[in-house]
């Protein structure tokens, strides 16, 4: 987790270039921090714009909570299966450089145009960054471990519970800080196709009106909560892993 001083230093470099910039191109182009900060205090008293943002944040939970139950333990498997791993490595390597978000529309006949083709668009995309990060991390655990649980008697429930789930589990936490930048992205545009509620709506409905000052407000929400899961995970690994941390 970032120290105060450490969000502090860098947000206010980041206020300090974002208010030059409106400067520079003028407030009808780049609205200034204090006018997006306006907005937002105007804006948060309203129930329409907890209601996009309520209808975001349950879309990107729902999305990580499915890829995560079904991309670990998935990825604990085939790392810790040889026969396993050959078997599914074809199929991973065929399917992951295709671009998810391509599929939306297929997404969408099937699942329709509410909420949960939104959720099975993000989860489809995390749960290949999840699946590859878990592979790897259960691959990377080295067989002198795995030889001194068993010389200790260890079975294979205990290989899994007390050397490759605890191994690969910072790698997990890793991997969902680096999916944070992507969900929040892919949830823009998601948003953008058949909804009136969400984050991605309330930027693309204040373009379609020229209201600057909405679009700048919704960027900065798209990015705390960007922020919020990135410390959120940051805190969670420092939980489970303190073994790690030492």
Do not use: N
Request: one cysteine or more.
């Amino acid at each position: 987790m970032k120290s105060g001083w450490g969000y502090a230093w860098g947000g206010g470099l980041l206020l300090l270039a974002w208010q030059v910039g409106a400067w520079w191109a003028g407030e009808s182009v780049i609205a200034g921090p204090v006018t997006v900060l306006l907005k937002l205090a105007s804006e948060a008293q309203t129930h329409r714009f907890w209601s996009h943002v309520g209808a975001s944040t349950l879309r990107i939970l729902a999305a990580l909570a499915i890829s995560f139950i079904t991309a670990v333990p998935l990825g604990l498997f085939l790392g810790s299966s040889a026969r396993a791993d050959r078997l599914a490595t074809p199929l991973i390597y065929l399917t992951y450089p295709v671009p998810k978000i391509v599929f939306l529309p297929l997404v969408m006949l099937v699942f329709g145009l509410g909420d949960w083709a939104k959720i099975v668009m993000l989860s489809i995309i995390l749960f290949f960054q999840l699946l590859i990060t878990t592979r790897d991390a259960a691959r990377g655990v080295s067989r002198s471990a795995r030889y001194s649980l068993y010389s200790l008697g260890g079975t294979k429930r205990h290989l899994f519970a007390h050397v490759i789930w605890p191994s690969s589990l910072p790698s997990v936490f890793t991997a969902l800080r680096i999916a944070t930048g992507t969900v929040v992205a892919v949830l823009f545009f998601v948003e953008s196709i058949g909804t009136r509620y969400g984050m991605g709506f309330y930027i693309l409905d204040a373009w379609g009106r020229a209201d600057v000052q909405q679009i700048f407000a919704g960027i900065v929400v798209l990015a705390l909560m960007g922020v919020i899961l990135y410390e959120a995970f940051d805190i969670l690994e420092r939980v489970f892993c303190k073994w790690s941390q030492l």
